[in-house]
């Protein structure tokens, strides 16, 4: 059986099912299988700031964590 009629014949049994269960489990499989970026999960105000940081970094414009802290303390 070719892909396509596997594709056709899974989305056949999946029409004709009343199982939750089994609704529920393909949900999992294909949530599972999708590879979400981190960086599209981010709000606009997240990825500025984060790029502004990058942007900083790249100018010389970062003080090292022990010159903070000594400041801070």
């Known amino acids: 059986m070719d892909m396509q009629s596997e594709k056709i014949q899974l989305a056949k049994m ?3 099912t009343e199982n939750p269960n089994i609704i529920e489990s393909i949900k999992r499989i294909f949530k599972k299988n999708k590879t979400v970026d981190f960086w599209d999960e981010l709000s606009p105000e997240q990825k ?3 790029e ?3 942007t900083e970094i790249e100018n010389g414009e970062l003080t090292d964590y022990d010159s903070f802290m000594q400041k801070h303390r």
Do not use: G, V
Request: proline share 0%; glycine share 0%; no cysteine.
């Open 52 to 54: 502004r940081a990058s």
């Open 48 to 50: 500025n700031e984060i």
């Open 14 to 16: 999946l029409l004709e």
